[in-house]
């Protein structure tokens, strides 16, 4: 059977540390690299603009009035449109979190 090779404590402990940061600088490239990139703004149809600034209005007098703390609701679709607006109403009010 073969004899092991001895190591010293300052062995160990040296390559312990190397190993530690070869670790830390594995994980800090891993972290840099998965970071999510920025979404560009998406564009919003002007019908859609319309109705978010007519929200932006009623949400403006309800707390002028007091009422700043009640719910307000609306409906998703309008008769006669094309476009229901929910996931603009959703990304602009922030419903998505």
Do not use: Y
Not at 18 to 34: D, E, P, R, Y
Not at 68 to 82: K, P, W, Y
């Amino acid at each position: 059977m073969p004899k092991p090779i001895p190591m010293s404590r300052r062995a160990w402990v040296a390559a312990w540390a190397v190993l530690c940061a070869a670790g830390l600088a594995a994980t800090a490239t891993l972290n840099a690299s998965s970071a999510p990139d920025p979404q560009p703004e998406k564009s919003v149809s002007a019908e859609c603009a319309e109705r978010i600034a007519d929200i932006e209005r009623q949400l403006a007098k309800a707390k002028q009035e007091g009422k700043g703390d009640g719910v307000l609701a609306f409906s998703r679709i309008q008769v006669g449109t094309e476009d229901d607006c929910s996931d603009d109403l959703r990304d602009h009010f922030g419903g998505d979190q």
